[in-house]
Nanobody, 123 residues
Framework: QVQLVESGGGLVQIGRSLRLSCTAS????????VGWYRQAPGKEREFVAH???????KYADSVAGRFTLSRDHAKNTVYLEMNSLKPEDTAVYYC?????????????????WGQGTQVIVSS
């Protein structure tokens, strides 16, 4: 089985930075293709960013220019560096393996969701 565990969340002031981690484990663990998602109170889960095997990254418009993905293969960990945080970034953040949908047109989550890590941005 595969597990992807998020960590690094917490309470942070507006304008500050926070780095989240996504660590994979299990016999088939891989961080070659990982997506980050978030769910704010009262809202649906939304796409935040993803990184592919090639290192290519994609960011939602709402976070582009502020969030940055990176990874450490030795640690089987993908990082989401969040800068210039805004109150609207407050959410539970989730990571997941991703794969192309049946049309081969876009990437979708691959595994069951974990508990996520809470990020609260406040003054």
């Amino acid at each position: 089985q595969v597990q992807l565990v998020e960590s690094g969340g917490g309470l942070v002031q507006i304008g500050r930075s926070l780095r989240l981690s996504c660590t994979a484990s299990g016999s088939s663990a891989s961080i070659n293709r990982v997506g980050w998602y978030r769910q704010a109170p009262g809202k649906e889960r939304e796409f935040v960013a993803h990184i592919l095997s090639t290192g290519t990254t994609k960011y939602a418009d709402s976070v582009a220019g502020r969030f940055t993905l990176s990874r450490d293969h030795a640690k089987n960990t993908v990082y989401l560096e969040m800068n210039s945080l805004k109150p609207e970034d407050t959410a539970v953040y989730y990571c997941n393996g991703i794969e192309l949908d049946y049309t081969g047109s876009y990437y979708i989550p691959k595994y069951d969701w974990g508990q996520g890590t809470q990020v609260i941005v406040s003054s």
